[in-house]
T-cell receptor
């Protein structure tokens, strides 16, 4: 079974609108971490946001928030007020277990922001 | 702030050639990782290291070797390059024990094996 599933290969959003990128995960561990990374066309991997499995509050970092639904094993990324510079690939990732040596990445979602 | 530095940025190899992808970090991170990213795919873990002298296999280790003689450096060796190893390679590091274990990535090495 896939550890991380991103079911949206491509998404479009109007500038200044909000968009949700879906991510579901599969683990039997109690302790794990969930991450979102942005990969612009230049290729680098940029960390966006982190959610720990024991965190009760949803993580927020500026315009990024993570909608964490533990029972559903989902960790959706919400980008508010989309900007043209948000056009990129977005990857969901999971660090499993403790001390968490293994990381798993999804196949990514390509987001295009339309002016 | 150098962070994680990978060299070279691009390389073309012939089948059967060998090469070493270099990775160095200046953040005093104990954990380091090598990933490959095939076109249209996510990252797959090749090898990782939890400290100098300690390495372990990830999801796709075949055809690769690593060593970790210092905290800063984690080179990846391809001994007999094959077309299936055409990919973009990312090195990453993290400070184990800080809680979040955020991975910081290098800029990547784009490798073509022809």
């Amino acid at each position: 079974a896939q550890k991380i599933t991103q079911t949206q290969p491509g998404m479009f959003v109007q500038e200044k609108e909000a968009v949700t990128l879906d991510c579901t995960y599969d683990t039997s561990d109690q302790s794990y971490g969930l991450f979102w990374y942005k990969q612009p066309s230049s290729g680098e991997m940029i960390f966006l946001i982190y959610q720990g499995s024991y965190d009760e509050q949803n993580a927020t970092e500026g315009r990024y928030s993570l909608n964490f639904q533990k029972a559903r094993k989902s960790a959706n990324l919400v980008i508010s007020a989309s900007q043209l510079g948000d056009s990129a690939m977005y990857f969901c990732a999971m660090r499993e277990g403790f001390p968490g040596n293994q990381f798993y990445f999804g196949t990514g979602t390509s987001l295009t922001v339309i002016p | 702030n150098a962070g994680v530095t990978q060299t070279p940025k691009f390389r073309i190899l012939k089948i059967g050639q060998s090469m070493t992808l270099q990775c160095t970090q200046d953040m005093n991170h104990n954990y380091m990782y090598w990933y490959r990213q095939d076109p249209g795919m996510g990252l797959k873990l090749i090898y990782y290291s939890v400290g100098a002298g300690i390495t372990d296999k990830g999801e796709v280790p075949n055809g690769y070797n690593v060593s970790r003689s210092t905290t800063e450096d984690f080179p990846l060796r391809l001994e007999l390059a094959a077309p299936s190893q055409t990919s973009v390679y990312f090195c990453a590091s993290t400070k184990q024990g800080e809680g979040k274990n955020i991975q910081y990535f290098g800029a990547g090495t784009r490798l073509s094996v022809l």
